[in-house]
């Protein structure tokens, strides 16, 4: 415990964190405009000149006011997840950039125990920014359901279990950008690469699945499990999408990935020069 206030202080004692805060802010209300715009589609495609008969059916289960809840409640997800990487990045590269790393050691020797302290920390920190969006969420969420005229459907266990992976999710992202975060130890570096893995990862392999699920059939679609950032969203619907993956096994994918993430930067930090 005494490592992980240690590493809070020094989380709280930068400016980091609450500029990310801050940036979080207003991309969660434009992630918001946009799911509201997307829900009302989702409704009432006829508003928007969609015939009935031309939808899929992944649009139509899409459309179940579970799904469309669920989607509402862990609004915010995709960038959110992404600023919580960059935290748990900043936890290890901030040691290196700033070259406090060596005093860190010395006055802790079992470098093991160090890095643990930074996991616990970055996972605490992220669960704290779920915490707030999740607030958020359920404050403006059942006025929006209301305007959509589905009801605030939180009688329904699915939308708590899609908040709570949504909360997995996000601890599971803090500890990934500690494990990243000591694989790349340039600060700009690991920060700009994340970046461009996340985004690839979503958009690039997204289109790229969709494009070879239209070719070879959707079994396809289950590699999008091999993507994090396509794994970390598929936990949060409300109920299983035809043609995807089940909820269950993204959180698996995820859980598997923040454990090697973990695994693999305390045996590097530990046999890693550090001077």
Sequence with gaps: MRLVRSELLKIRTTHTWWIFALIALPLWGITLFFNYISSQFLVDPASVGAPEAAQSEELRVAADPLNIASNLYTNGQFLGVMIVMLLGIIVVTNEFFHQTATTTFL????????????????????????????????????????????GNQLDQGAVWQAIALNGLAYLLWAVFGVGFGVLIRSQIG???????????????????????????????????????????????????????????????????????AGTIGTLIMRRRDIS
């Design 107 to 150: 006055t802790t020797p079992h470098r093991t125990a160090v890095v643990l302290g930074k996991l616990v920390a970055a996972a605490l920190l992220g669960l704290l920014f779920w915490i707030v969006t999740a607030a958020l969420n359920l404050a403006v969420t059942p006025l929006i359901l209301s305007d959509l005229g589905l």
């Design 190 to 260: 690991a920060t700009v690469t994340g970046i461009l893995l996340y985004l690839a990862g979503y958009i690039g392999a997204g289109l790229f699945l969709a494009q070879l699920a239209q070719r070879f059939g959707d079994w396809i679609n289950n590699l999008q499990l091999l993507v994090p950032s396509l794994a970390s969203q598929l936990m949060t619907t409300g109920t299983d999408l035809p043609g995807n993956p089940p909820r269950w096994a993204g959180a698996v994918v995820m859980v598997g990935y923040a454990v090697v």
